[in-house]
């Protein structure tokens, strides 16, 4: 992924609260992420009393501000009952930071549905968008290594509409997160064939063709399961039950294929012999397919920016998620976002007749 420079400072607002680990884990992800990165800030939003003992005396406590916040929105809360009740949790008030413009973006392990209702209500949605959409990296045979898939959650609908909307934002968080100045975009289908999918997919796939210019990027038409972690796409853009069912098959898989691997380098004298010969390059797939390094769904479509880390994350994947937060809040992205898809309406507006069908 493309760096940014450090050189300007900016302020992380984030969850300590959320998470399946606890907020030690969430605090040793915040450690990582201000050593790596000696010009941000963090606001940690918790129980102070848990909290206050884990940076005590540390030299990073110059940097960091712990926002006492009592409640904790847990991973088995309705959204529905947060948003009525959860003003008090530390989710509510790092959400709330971000509003206030206290700081850049938000990084929350917790409640996904609860983080996305409490981004909603406090941010609002961004001119033009329907229905925001969670972004995921996903490894690739891309140069930059990781291809660009929305929604994988936020929504488990979409109309053509949407997936416009989706393909807009989808292109600009590749050119800031990726560094793709044109990026290539395609809409998940059962098919590549024109004729195939559902009537909604065929006019998405017209809109989002005759947008690609106004958007700055190439659309290569539909593209299969297959093509996800190719070199054939940047973006891949569907709804968010289907992206949801990729993303965790695909994680499901990564984790069986670890664990066969593991299981044959082991089961025999002649097989850990050959584990011990390529170690090097079985560490380098490793980190290259490691989650962990890649940790953090970015929220989109809405008034401010907001990163979702992975609810089991360990410090490791905690750090990649806050410096993701950090790279792209240094690269305005937000703002970006914002006047990219602001010309959504103007789309609809100008589409053809039987296009907006």
Same mark, same amino acid.
């Given at each position: ?11 992380? !607002? ?13 605090? %040793? ?13 963090? $606001? ?55 509003? /206030? ?9 917790? #409640? ?23 972004? =995921? $990296?996903?490894?690739?045979?891309? *140069?930059?290594? &990781? #291809? ?13 509409? @949407? ?12 050119? #800031? ?9 395609? $809409? ?15 006019? %998405? ?10 958007? /700055? ?17 940047d973006v891949i853009v569907t709804d968010g039950f289907t992206g949801n ?8 898989? %990564? ?11 082991? !089961?025999?004298?002649? !097989?850990?012999?050959?584990?011990? $010969? ?20 970015? &929220? ?11 609810? !089991?994350? @360990?410090?490791?994947?905690? =750090? ?31 589409? *053809? ?5």
């Open positions: 992924m493309t760096g940014l420079s450090q050189d300007r400072s900016i302020t992380l !607002s984030v969850d300590a609260m959320g998470g399946d680990q606890g907020p030690a884990v969430v605090a %040793a992800g915040v450690k990582r992420f201000l050593q790596s990165d000696p010009t941000a800030r963090v $606001l940690l939003h918790g129980q102070r009393d848990k909290l206050e003992p884990i940076f005590s005396g540390s030299v990073l406590a110059d940097r960091l501000e712990i926002i006492h916040a009592e409640g904790v929105v847990a991973m088995t809360d309705k959204p529905s009952h947060v948003m009525r009740g959860g003003k008090s949790t530390s989710m509510w008030s790092a959400v709330e930071a971000l509003r /206030d413009r206290r700081a850049d973006a938000c990084v929350s392990c917790g #409640n996904t549905g609860a983080l996305m209702a409490v981004s909603m209500i406090r941010l609002r949605k961004a001119e033009g968008v329907n229905r925001p959409a969670i972004a =995921c $990296l996903w490894p690739s045979r891309n *140069p930059q290594g &990781f #291809n660009v898939m929305l929604d994988v959650g936020a929504d488990i609908r979409a109309d053509q509409d @949407d997936l416009l909307a989706y393909a807009m934002m989808g292109a600009s968080y590749a050119r #800031n997160g990726l560094g793709l100045a044109r990026p290539r975009v395609g $809409l998940l289908n059962v098919g590549t064939e024109e004729h195939k999918g559902r009537a909604e997919l065929k006019v %998405a796939g017209e809109m989002i063709g005759a947008a690609a210019d106004k958007g /700055d990027f190439d659309y290569v038409g539909f593209v299969e399961g297959g093509d996800i972690p190719s070199d054939r796409v069912v990729a993303l965790k098959t695909g994680e499901g898989t %990564a984790t069986l294929i670890s664990g066969l691997m593991r299981e044959a380098f082991l !089961s025999s004298i002649a !097989s850990k012999i050959a584990a011990l $010969l390529t170690r090097g390059a079985m560490a380098g797939l490793k980190a290259r397919i490691d989650p962990r390094q890649v940790n953090g769904g970015v &929220f989109l479509g809405l008034g401010g920016l907001v990163v979702k880390s992975h609810g !089991s994350a @360990d410090a490791t994947g905690v =750090c990649a998620a806050l410096s993701l937060a950090a790279r792209l809040a240094r690269s305005d992205f937000s703002a970006r976002l914002a006047h990219r898809i602001a010309g959504v309406s103007a789309l609809h507006q100008d589409a *053809p007749k039987e296009i907006k069908a």
